[in-house]
C-alpha cells in the first residue's frame, strides 16, 4: 500500500497532501495476534503515533483493525460501524462546515464500537456501540494518558459531548 493508493477517491488541497505521511502499525488484534495496519498522518506526528501504538501493543491494548478510510470509500460512519481505527479522513466537524483535524492527519479514532461518539442531538454512533471500560479495547484513563503523555487531547474529556475514541494533536 502506497499513500497515493490511500489518497485516491477524494479531491485533497496539496498543502495537506504534502504534509501527509503513511505509517505502518504493528497492533494486537483481538484474537491476541499481532496484526500490522496503516496510517496515514500528519509528518509532524508519525513518530510519536508510531510510538504511542508501539506502547499500547506493549500493554495488550487490542485493536480491531487499522485500516486508511479510502478503503470505506471515505465514508466515516461505514469505517466507524467496521470497528476500524482511523486517522486521516478529510472532512468536516460533524455538525458544522469546519474542517476536523482529521482532515490534517493530526487526529486518530481508536476500536469506534467500544468508544462511541455522542453527537450534539444524542444520538450515540456507531449505532449499537457502548462504552464499557471492563471490556476489552476500550478507552480507560490509561490509554488517555498515554496519549496525552505526548501533548494529545482525548474526546472523552469533552464536557459538552463525549467522543471516547477521539484523540488530537492540535
Known amino acids: 500500500?502506497?499513500?497515493?493508493?490511500?489518497?485516491?477517491?477524494?479531491?485533497i488541497p496539496e498543502d495537506i497532501k504534502k504534509d501527509l505521511l503513511l505509517v505502518t502499525i504493528p497492533y494486537l488484534s483481538f484474537d491476541n495476534a499481532v496484526q500490522q495496519g496503516h496510517l496515514v498522518v500528519h509528518a509532524n506526528v508519525a513518530e510519536e503515533v508510531q510510538n504511542i501504538f508501539k506502547k499500547l501493543s506493549e500493554?495488550?491494548?487490542?485493536?480491531?483493525?487499522?485500516?486508511?478510510?479510502?478503503?470505506?470509500?471515505w465514508?466515516?460512519?461505514?469505517?466507524m460501524a467496521a470497528n476500524n481505527t482511523s486517522a486521516f479522513n478529510y472532512r468536516v466537524i460533524?455538525?458544522?462546515?469546519?474542517?476536523?483535524?482529521h482532515s490534517y492527519g493530526r487526529a486518530i479514532d481508536i476500536n469506534p464500537m467500544q468508544n462511541p461518539y455522542t453527537q450534539h442531538n444524542g444520538v450515540i454512533?456507531?449505532?449499537?456501540?457502548?462504552?464499557?471500560?471492563?471490556?476489552?479495547?476500550?478507552?480507560?484513563?490509561?490509554?488517555?494518558?498515554?496519549?496525552?503523555?505526548?501533548g494529545w487531547q482525548w474526546g472523552g474529556d469533552w464536557q459538552e459531548r463525549k467522543d471516547w475514541q477521539h484523540f488530537e494533536k492540535p
Open 1 to 11: 500500500m502506497t499513500l497515493d493508493e490511500t489518497l485516491a477517491g477524494k479531491e
Open 59 to 73: 500493554i495488550r491494548f487490542p485493536i480491531a483493525r487499522i485500516i486508511p478510510t479510502h478503503v470505506y470509500e
Open 125 to 150: 454512533v456507531p449505532s449499537g456501540a457502548r462504552h464499557d471500560p471492563t471490556q476489552q479495547g476500550t478507552i480507560t484513563v490509561e490509554i488517555a494518558s498515554l496519549f496525552k503523555s505526548f
Open 75 to 79: 465514508d466515516d460512519n461505514a469505517s
Open 94 to 101: 460533524f455538525g458544522t462546515n469546519r474542517l476536523s483535524n
